[in-house]
């Protein structure tokens, strides 16, 4: 389990990103639930905190990708592959993610880059 | 279906999520699967990304529908609701239908006489875009004739790649129509902060070479070298096909709020389509990415219901572009602006949000490496207009 954030401190409609590799991101929906999902959008390297708050849904800030943060699954393309989904837990007002084991699907620049070929 | 691209796609998956389950025909004049365009002047060119990666349908996706590639639409016949068609194996075919969606798109235009001249190029399709980019590994000195955004684009990317690059754009700013006059001189000087030569206010008079080209001619007289010469000067909807037919064209494919036409049955969406937008009161062509992805569902939703549904509001137009390492990001219509606002950043540092105004209410945002203050203003955007 790793501490993002206090529940205090992340509003309803807003996001929070924690920086590990590859970076997670909490959303608090507009409905008062938790959920978090890779924060790396699978088609190009952006942001998904940065990203379109609807629902349980994410578009992408960039190039209009959507995602149900339930599932992590695509709902809108250009995105092709799921995002991980991460199990949330919150507990004395702080809010843990548990991150997925499985493989992230991240975009071909982003996934070159940590394999150290040419970004 | 009458076109096999973003808003073709779109609108099969569309139909098939609002529960159409009868006979789809998709006919397509490429010859390949949906792809995604954008990359083409971007990464694809850059050689980063492979054909595999530009596929918009997903692993497995099934939309049980009969595709019919590297065949043209040539004509629409109201009275037998039939399409005809040109080209591949399908040559004189007629697809009878009860309902047709018009997603032909636009074609790159072309420089008048450059005709068979090898070396120029423009770039709509994935096979422009294999050809310019195994010129692009050859290097040289790359002529881009137009400075919107195609061209703005595969400047980035050729001079990224070590090519000698020179823009020449006809008007005095480029990008002035889209972002106005302001914040095209700024998004455009990216160009000479990179080494990229930029000539404004000047016409090209023609290209010179015998079976290669060799040089662009310009109007005052000067001669720009060139190895190479991309043509972006933008594109026309492809709606010949469609003349006679009833369906009534005005820059393209004439359509309601809701993407139905002049004749029953039929919807148009995407580049070829011109949607009325009631904020303004106007028909609009829109050829951006994100309105042949969105606006589908409406027009799918017209077909079904036989034009019963109330359309919604569409979200205002968003469209990107990558140059130089830089994320651009513009959403509403600038044109209506009164004033623009730098509201972060710096323009000298190509870090930048900046918002139109017209009478003192936001109508378009800009954003230059700012996408998270620029969603919250996009989203603001559409809460106003909505």
Known sequence: ?119 | MVGASLAGLSAARSLRKQGFDGRLVIIGDEIHRPYDRPPLSKEFLAGGIGEADLALEMDGEDLGAEWLLGTRAAGLDRTERAVRLVGGGEDGREIRADGFVIATGAAARQLPGSDGLAGVHVLRTLDDARALRDELAQGGRLVVIGGGFIGAEVASTAHALGLDVTVVEAAPTPLAGPLGEDMGRIVSALHVDHGVRLLCGVGVKGLSGESRVDAVLLEDGRTVPADIVVVGVGARPCVEWLEGSGVVLDNGVKCGADGRTSLAGVVAVGDCASWYDPRAGIHRRVEHWTGAQERPAAAVATLLAGGAVEPGVPRPPYFWSDQYGVKIQFAGHAAGADSVTVEEGAPDDRNVLAVYRRAGHPVAVLGMNQPRLFTRWRKQLAAMTS
């Open chain 1, 1 to 119: 389990m790793i501490p993002a954030c206090r529940l205090v401190d992340l509003p309803r409609g807003e996001a929070f990103r924690l920086d590990i590799d590859p970076p997670v991101s909490v959303f608090h929906t507009d409905d008062g639930e938790l959920f978090a999902i890779d924060d790396t959008c699978t088609h190009q390297d952006a942001s998904l905190a940065d990203g379109w708050l609807e629902g349980c849904e994410v578009e992408c800030p960039l190039h209009a990708s959507k995602f149900d943060l339930r599932t992590g699954a695509v709902d809108a393309p250009p995105a092709k592959l799921p995002v991980r989904t991460h199990e949330v837990l919150v507990e004395d007002g702080m809010i843990y993610v548990q991150v997925s084991t499985d493989a992230p699907n991240l975009p071909p620049c982003v996934a070159s880059r940590l394999a150290g070929g040419p970004a």
